[in-house]
Each structure stands twice: as C-alpha cells, then as structure tokens.
C-alpha cells in the first residue's frame, strides 16, 4: 500500500468514535466512503490517479477505490503492526447493503464463505 493511502486510511480508523472503548471494524466500502467525504483527502488521491468510484462492478467497472483498498489492506494486514483483519459472515442475513457515491444500494463483495473482510487499527 503506498504511503499515502496508508496514511489516509489511518487518519479514517483514527475519526471513528470507538464502541465500548474498542477500536471498530470497517468494510473497505465503509473507509472509501469516509476518505471520499474529506475533499483533501479525495483530491490527494485523484492527483496520485486513484480510482474515486466507491463500488465498480455493478457499474461496469472493475477497478475502484474499495477494491483497491481491499487488496492492498488485505495484504498489509496479514505482516503489519498497524492493521488487523476480520470476517464479517453474511449467511443468515435477507440484505447487507450500502449506498454509493450516486446513491445507489450495493451489497459489499462477498466471499471466504459468503462473507466480506472487515478491518481496524490494531490496539
């Protein structure tokens, strides 16, 4: 994960409120959407040439920031001090869904037995 998605990630987890005083869990989707919001943030990362659609394939495109997000964080997680990983099981449930930059409900990527990866800064 370059330097720079590494930080903006970091800065995301760190304006999460905590829950019980633990760190929580985010989807990449989650972490997308909250580095989208900050207009610093968003323009940092169109000027390194990421992509800035949250989801991409239901639009047709296969490249987007959750993904990316996903791949390098899945990576890092697994020889990092910084972050850990979890997975969040979808059997059981009728609908998981979030909405996109357009507004638009989309179910996370599932798989590892139909469920999605979660991730948090480690304690």
């Given amino acids: 994960m370059k330097e720079e998605l590494k930080n903006a990630?970091?800065?995301?987890?760190?304006?999460?409120?905590?829950?019980?005083?633990k760190k929580c869990y985010l989807s990449t989707y989650q972490i997308a959407v909250l580095l989208l919001e900050d207009k610093k943030i968003k323009k940092n990362l169109i000027d390194k040439g990421y992509p800035t659609n949250i989801g991409g394939a239901g639009e047709g495109q296969y490249n987007s920031l959750s993904q990316t997000i996903a791949k390098d964080l899945a990576r890092l997680a697994n020889k990092?001090?910084?972050f850990e990983k979890a997975y969040f099981n979808l059997k059981g449930l009728?609908?998981?869904s979030f909405r996109d930059e357009k507004g638009v409900l989309c179910e996370p990527y599932a798989d590892y037995?139909?469920?999605?990866?979660l991730f948090r800064l480690k304690d």
Avoid: A, M
């Fill in 113 to 117: 037995n139909n469920g999605f990866t």
């Fill in 9 to 21: 990630v970091i800065d995301v987890f760190n304006k999460v409120k905590l829950y019980d005083g």
């Fill in 80 to 82: 990092s001090d910084t």
């Fill in 94 to 96: 009728e609908q998981f």
